[in-house]
């Protein structure tokens, strides 16, 4: 057989397809591959060709991509643009900016332009590109040595480390800008700084933590985490151990014993490892029932090994939890609720789950509260750190800052939601049995080692364990307990200060509070002092002590200082200051240090430090009762000094006179050559440079001191030399050695041998051992030494000759100058001889009266006053009285004894003259204790009865004349109208005479009773026209109007007065009621109707004039149709200005002022249609009608005319019918011109 191939295939069997891509048809430029096909081929294209074989390359300059007049070049798949001038880009789009290489110099701004550039050039600078600059750094602008830098638009100063400003011109404190960090301390050197750095940091400022953290600090499998100062090896979860090998023990508690102080928290924070879910659960005990506290918080922390800028996330408290997971969103508070609390003395198991923000609060596996779409799709932070007890906030104020007392275990955290329903139910349990949960278990129940406050490890845990009734113990609480613990003291007052300027005063306090296990069931006070008890000047000690029913005990204890004042401040010393500072508990004590201004000194002995403590009054002290002044200073000079040497000279041959002399004279020359060397003498004579004022005296004694052998001789030379000196060192004259005049002497005597004069005396010999070498100084009288210097006693002291000190001014002298010898008496006050109220008194001032006994004197009035019940004063001259004692008081104000002093009288009464006890006066009270003698009840009130004992008794207002008390009411009324009253405290008021009264309520006299009705002239009270009535029921009186009259009764008015109009006469009958007599035609009770006879009568005259009209109409008519062209006008007839008109005015005469008597009547032109020149009459009816009809004055044709038409508007309705309304191409000034 033989195939015939279809195209495309060849073969015996055509099994062989023809590859047409073997030719290479495809453009070998433009191909990517050539594809064979069933009997034809496809070119595959390579980017930017076209056509079937890909011979054919895209032009892509054929969309004219070029801008801004660029040429373009084709290329393959691609194109190329040649840019003109000024542009750039692949498609020349961007402008060449002219400022890409920074033209402008001096630091200008640069501005782009097409092909060009502008330079806005700084102050100073000039050129196109700003290149012209002055010489800035010329004279050397920048100070303190600063380094100046010309940049062209100005000048830089780089300043020394110690300055700053543009031109080095401010002294840098580094100090007070804070360079030392972490808390060092900086310590100013004037050209620099230094940081003196806390332990744990190290640099220039602090600022470097110290790598605690060693090679072989922590074991090999714990992770060392550096602090400060320290380091901590964190072991890996669930190991404990110096080497991180022991599981951990979580069957503890911790205790916090202190609410204000007490809390742990870990040393370092722990990782989260959560973002959306989280659960903390723990178990938490309060040990006082309703006792409010925080006792949990976890923070966020920015780095897993400091705490530095932390946050509160959650913070539990005793009310409920506050939650703020993310600081952009609103604060959660989730409350515990009011009938499950947790802080009922019972362990509760507490768990908080944030879940696809869901936040619950679980409590005993109940909820307790649950927030909705809180944080959906946001993350928790990386790092957290737990704080149990008292928060630790670090810039923001905690939720509370309290702490709680109590226990709390298991506090264990979650990266997920624990399962409500089953994981926390078996948690609450129970807490000490149930497993933990590892699964997702991020922090475990240990780490708290950062403890402050009083917390304890308890082991084993209590928790869950039920806690009994107080004297109740057992699994069930049946079984009653040994009562060995004492009451607890909750509350005990501080030690009180009061002041008492009167020497006693009512103190009060708050009582202790105690508590106990069981119960306390009493409370003694041992010294019977109780509050409000009134208490004299004095220190008291209180003491409570409260007891259980097993006779335990607790004690409260306190003192009670009453005062008259409490450190008072004092004057800075005369010439000086004083230094004070507080002191004590809670600073109220004082301690103050004196000194005297330069060059100045103390001429008495001061202590280093007065003192004020609990006593109230400043120490050292002779009396406390006297005010405490310091001592004055005085100007100090300096003292002579003066060496003093004494010496023995034994001899075995007679002491004389020559022997002396010869001593004398030795010791004399010794000291004189050593002057010349040294100038150590304070007074030398010129030239011989011999000591001046050198006292030398030898004296001598046969009973010598020193022990005797048996050849000793009992004669001896006693030396005895004074040298004034000058100050130490001296220098010697030639070689300007300095030496102390001690030594110059010691050596003189003991070294230089120079007061040996055995060559002269025979057998005497210096003896060593007794010399005595003292220095001393010198002052002159009036002056006491301050070594070195001398000092005059100050004002208020004079120099003793006796004990050669100052000596402060006895009382009743003054001293007001320094340096003196004696005091100034003081001068006569009042006749009598000045006091001082202490001594040591400085100007004549301080002298005041000298008050005599029983009275005392008061410096702030300047008076003498008297003592006051009380008080007492036997001698004169004093400034205080002296108090009586608790329970007594004293008759007189005056008392000079204490046997005027009685024991006190009870409540209500008061000591009488006699020493008996009175009953205070009606209107005064005493209260026993708390007021010396009665007195008087507070302004307007009074007491029942006499021997009121309490201010509450002063029940009963004074009621002053012209009221009376109303003894049910206890207040006072005021008298009604008719009586009066004119003394105090009545109990009614007194009635005025028969037909007498008073003007208003409260009269005080019988002289307000009065009788208007009697009084004449312009005293009357009515009217003349009226009768004066008294009005027994209300005492008062009325004035009533006699008949004939009407009016208020003071004023009262004829009833005739205007009563008839129309002139008619008014008559009164016997009771005084008005009628009117009329006149004319008029008539009514007041004349003021006409009779209907006049009407009838106008009727009838209206009548006729209306037939008249009608025969003049007939008239006209008939004239009109017989009237010539030009018809003569009628001149119409004058009208009188009475008011009787007739209605018709003929003729052609035009419409005028004089003819009309109004603008404003109606009137209407009558013509003849045909004929214009003749015009009807005007009507002025209406003015007419209106006029005359309404006031009734018409003449009998008006009255004939309204009785035709019988009324005004029957008669205006016939005119207007008639009326003509005027041609509308004439204005009534051309009618007037017809």
Known sequence: FMCHCRPGFVGLQCEAEIDECLSDPCSPEGTDKCLDLDNKFNCECNEGYTGLMCETNIDDCKSSPCMNGGICRDGVAKFTCECPPGWTGARCEKDIGSCTNQPCQNDANCIDLFQDFFCVCPSGTDGKQCETAPERCIGNPCMHGGSCQDFGSGLNCTCPRDYSGVGCQYEFDACQANVCQNGATCVDNGPGYQCICPAGYTGKNCDQDIIDCKENSCPPTATCIDLTNRFYCQCPFNLTGDDCRKPIQIDYDLSFHEPSASSAALVVPFHMQAEDSLTIGMWVQFSHRDEPGVFFTLYSTPSSHSVQGRRALIQAHSSGVQVSLFPELQDVFLAFHEYATINDGQWHHIAIVWTQGTLTLITEGLIAGKVENYGSGKELPQYAWVVLGKPRPDSSKAYTEAGFEGKITKVQIWNRALDFTNEIQKQVRDCRTEPVL??????????????????????????????????????????????????????????????????????????????????????????????????????????????????????????????????????????????????????????????????????????????????????????????????????????????????????????????????????????????????????????????????????????????????????????????????????????????????????????????????????????????????????????????????????????????????????????????????????????????????????????????????????????????????????????????????????????????????????????????????????????????????????????????????????????????????????????????????????????????????????????????????QGSEMHCDTNAYCLLIPETSDFKCECKPGFNGTGKVCTDVCKGYCENKGTCVKDARGQPSCRCVGSFIGPHCGQKSEFAYIAGGIAATVVFLIIIALFVWMICARSERRREPKKLVAQTNDQTGSQVNFYYGGAPYAESVAPSHHSTYAHYYDDEEDGWEMPNFYNETYMKESLHNGKMNSLARSNASIYGNKDDLYDRLKRHAYPGKKDKSDSESEGQ
Request: aromatic share 8%; proline share 8%; with cysteine.
């Open 438 to 1015: 590892h699964t997702g278990l991020v922090l475990t129940w240990t780490g708290y080692d950062d403890i402050n406050g009083g917390v304890e490890r308890m082991v084993p845990s209590h928790c869950s364990q039920h806690i009994c009734p107080p004297g109740y113990t057992g699994p069930e609480c049946d079984q009653l307990t040994v009562d060995k613990l004492p009451p607890h003291v909750d509350y005990c007052p501080g030690d009180l200060w009061v002041i008492a300027r009167n020497g006693s005063a009512v103190v009060t306090w708050d009582e202790p509070r105690f508590t106990d296990n069981v119960g306390v069931v009493r409370v003694e006070e041992k010294g019977g002092h109780r509050p409000g008890q009134t208490l004299l000047w004095g220190t008291y000690h209180v003491a409570y002590v409260a007891f259980d029913a097993a006779g335990n005990s607790a004690t409260c204890a306190f003192k009670v200082y009453l005062l008259s004042e409490f450190c008072p401040a004092l004057a800075d010393p005369v010439g000086g200051v004083q230094m004070c500072k507080d002191w004590g508990s809670g600073g109220q004590f004082k301690v103050c240090e004196i000194a005297c201004n330069s060059g100045l000194k103390f001429s008495q002995p001061v202590p280093k430090f007065y003192t004020c403590s609990a006593e109230g009054f400043w120490r050292p002290t002779n009396d406390p009762s006297l005010p405490m002044v310091y001592p004055a200073c005085s100007s100090a000079k300096q003292a002579q000094r003066v060496f003093k040497v004494n010496m023995l000279f034994p001899t075995s041959v007679l002491c004389n006179e020559a022997g002396q002399g010869v001593l004398r004279q030795k010791v004399k020359n010794a000291i004189n050559s050593l002057n010349r060397d040294w100038n150590f003498c304070s007074h030398s004579i010129e030239g011989t440079k011999e000591c001046k004022d050198l006292n030398i005296d030898v004296k001598c004694d046969h009973r010598s001191s020193r022990p005797k052998r048996a050849n000793d001789d009992t004669a001896v030379y006693e030396l005895e030399l004074q040298v004034p000196v000058k100050s130490d060192p001296v220098s010697h004259s030639s070689s300007q050695a300095r030496a102390s005049v001690q030594r110059l002497l010691e050596g003189l005597i003991l070294e230089q041998d120079q007061f040996d004069v055995h060559d002269t005396l025979p057998n005497t010999v210096p003896d060593p051992a007794s010399l005595s070498l003292t220095s001393d100084y010198a002052c002159p009288q009036g002056q006491v030494v301050v070594a070195p210097d001398c000092v005059p006693c100050a004002v208020g002291t004079y120099y003793s000759k006796e004990t050669k000190s100052c000596v402060h001014c006895p009382v009743g002298t003054y001293q007001s100058e320094s340096g003196q010898l004696h005091c100034i008496d003081c001068p006569l006050i009042a006749g009598r001889p000045g006091v001082t109220i202490a001594p040591g008194a400085r100007t004549a001032a301080q002298c005041k009266e000298r008050c005599p006994a029983g009275k005392y004197y008061d410096d702030e009035t300047g008076l003498c006053r008297p003592c006051g019940h009380g008080f007492f004063q036997p001698k004169e001259g004093s400034f205080r009285c002296q108090l009586c004692g608790l329970g007594k008081i004293t008759r007189s104000t005056e008392a000079t004894s204490q046997d005027e002093c009685k024991d006190e009288c009870a409540s209500g009464k008061q000591l009488a003259g006699d020493g008996t006890c009175e009953q205070c006066p009606r209107g005064t009270y005493r209260t026993q204790g708390l007021e010396p003698a009665c007195v008087s009840c507070p302004t307007g009130r009074t007491t029942p009865k006499t021997g009121g004992a309490t201010i509450e008794e002063c029940s009963l207002p004074i009621c002053h004349p012209g009221t009376y008390l109303n003894g049910s009411l206890n207040t006072c009324i005021s008298c009604k109208k008719g009586t009066y009253q004119p003394q105090s405290q009545q109990t009614k008021c007194l009635q005025c005479p028969p037909n007498t009264s008073t003007k208003k309520q409260a009269a005080t006299s019988k002289t307000d009773c009065w009788n208007p009705c009697e009084m």
